[in-house]
């Protein structure tokens, strides 16, 4: 079966360091990946996606950046954090599965990684 | 471009009682996915269900309800009975493609569901 693991679980950063989340898959081979942020009490953003090792589309301009170094394994950086930067990640993984209605896709997420900047 | 509006953004009821969460989407394509994910205190997105947009059946999961009408852009969430443990942030999302063509889903706000005993 598939799992997906992300690490931290938690962490707190000092505004202007710098940050590295993994996001890893198993039990899958290429599948497409996503990071999204969840703000406190707000809905999700998401942030960027990967359809193959290194290739990255990114949805919101900002000081994030992610790699996609191998297959299963997406990463999230940034050199300077942000106070705005705090909030909850999850990462994201997805398959194509055939239903008696067709061939459909469905998104399964990460445990999530929460961020405190201060 | 496509929208998903939740416009609950936080309901409480007290054990047993049925509620429904809204959701009402907004897309220009003729073929799309509409999605529900529960994400409890742990913070876990947990997928409840998805639905095509060429399947307008409703559908029944114990508790859970799903009703889906193209004609009022609208793909309600339902939970019969309501338990303690249902306490939870619900989103509703909406994909206009299939997702491992790379497209994304686009999230509601969420609706904060609070069950009191």
């Known amino acids: 079966s598939q799992t997906i693991h992300q690490w931290p679980a938690t962490l707190v950063q000092p505004v202007g360091s710098p940050l590295s989340l993994e996001c890893t898959v198993e039990?899958?081979?290429?599948?497409?990946l996503y990071w999204y942020r969840q703000a406190a009490g707000r809905g999700l953003q998401l942030l960027f996606y990967s359809v193959g090792i290194g290739q990255i589309s990114s949805e919101v301009p900002q000081n994030l950046s992610a790699s996609r170094p191998q297959d299963r394994q997406f990463i999230l950086s940034s050199k300077k954090l942000l106070l705005s930067d705090s909030g909850f990640y999850l990462c994201?993984?997805?398959?194509?599965?055939?239903?008696?209605?067709?061939?459909?896709?469905?998104?399964?997420f990460g445990p999530g990684t929460r961020l405190t900047v201060l | 471009a496509q929208k998903v509006t939740q416009a609950q953004t936080e309901i409480s009821v007290v054990e047993k009682e049925d509620v429904t969460l809204d959701c009402v989407y907004e897309?220009?394509?003729?073929?799309?996915?509409l999605f529900w994910y529960k994400q409890p205190p742990s913070g876990e997105l947990v997928f409840l269900i998805r639905r095509n947009s060429f399947d307008e059946q409703n559908e029944i999961s114990g508790r859970y309800s799903w009703n889906f009408q193209k004609s009022t852009s609208s793909f309600n969430f339902t939970i019969t009975a309501s338990q303690v443990v249902d306490s939870a942030v619900y989103f509703c999302?909406?994909?206009?493609?299939?997702?491992?063509?790379?497209?994304?889903?686009?999230f509601g706000g969420g609706t904060r569901l609070m069950v009191k005993p």
């Open positions: 039990g899958t081979s290429n599948p497409n």
């Open positions: 999302a909406l994909s206009e493609a299939l997702l491992d063509a790379g497209n994304m889903l686009t």
């Open positions: 897309t220009r394509d003729t073929t799309y996915y």
């Open positions: 994201a993984w997805s398959v194509l599965v055939t239903s008696p209605n067709g061939v459909m896709s469905e998104q399964f």
